[in-house]
């Protein structure tokens, strides 16, 4: 049986993460993604920037009590991109639970 490739850019824990978290909500600022992560800020905003430049999620810049906010949503292209990696990993997994 042949295996698809992952993603190599979804295959970070971290881009996991933030991947998954942005599928189950509809738009998450920079705080709630560094709560939920516990990732540094200078990792964040390097694996946000990835994502971003690979269409998966767009940046919203705005001003929220005189602070700057920074949101971020996961676009069409990220979700189909994010369901694709969980099928092929299922694919994986499906594998290996038919050899018991």
Known sequence: MAFDDL???LHSQLRL???SLLISV????YKYIKEE???SSGNISVQMS???DAGYVEVTKTFK???????????PEGIEAFETYVNTL????DVNSNDN
Do not use: V
């Open 50 to 52: 990835k994502l971003e």
């Open 37 to 39: 992560t516990r990732a």
């Open 65 to 75: 009590d005189n602070k700057p906010n920074t949101s971020y949503t996961i676009t």
């Open 7 to 9: 993603n190599p850019l």
């Open 90 to 93: 299922q694919q994986y997994l």
């Open 26 to 29: 509809k738009e998450a600022d």
């Open 17 to 19: 993460a933030i991947m």
